[in-house]
């Protein structure tokens, strides 16, 4: 029902900027958490970003914080990672995902829909 899809991965050199773009089709409330998480390889998946589609509210990894600002295009139905100053430990594959507004945003379970990731390689 709901369909998430990732774009804009790549590689960039270290303190290079990336944008990463999530659209979301299919049955979306406009109450809905947004956010998003990332797996580097042996690693657990970890919280990135996140956003509210009513209010505004944003939230942070203290990793990111600084460096990486997240928005949306409620016409578009398209959430956004804006990704500056970017650190080879940035490297890892992003989901993009979606949770009930009542979510705790920071935890990958309160989540309901992924999309399949977009890769972000960061080099030295």
């Known amino acids: 029902q709901v369909q998430l899809v990732e774009s804009g991965g790549g590689l960039a050199q270290a303190g290079g900027s990336l944008r990463l773009s999530c659209a979301a089709s299919g049955r979306i409330f406009n109450n809905y958490v947004m956010g998003w998480f990332r797996q580097a390889p042996g690693k657990e998946r970890e919280f990135v970003a996140a956003?509210?589609?009513?209010?505004?509210?944003?939230y942070y990894a203290d990793s990111v914080k600084g460096r990486f600002t997240i928005s949306r295009d409620t016409a578009k139905n398209t959430v956004y990672l804006q990704m500056n100053i970017l650190k080879p430990e940035d490297t890892a594959v992003y989901y993009c995902?979606?949770?009930?507004?009542?979510?705790?945003?920071?935890?990958?379970?309160?989540?309901?829909?992924w999309g399949q990731g977009t890769q972000v390689t960061v080099s030295s």
């Open positions: 995902a979606t949770g009930p507004y009542s979510a705790s945003v920071y935890y990958q379970t309160d989540y309901d829909y």
């Open positions: 956003i509210r589609w009513i209010g505004f509210s944003t």
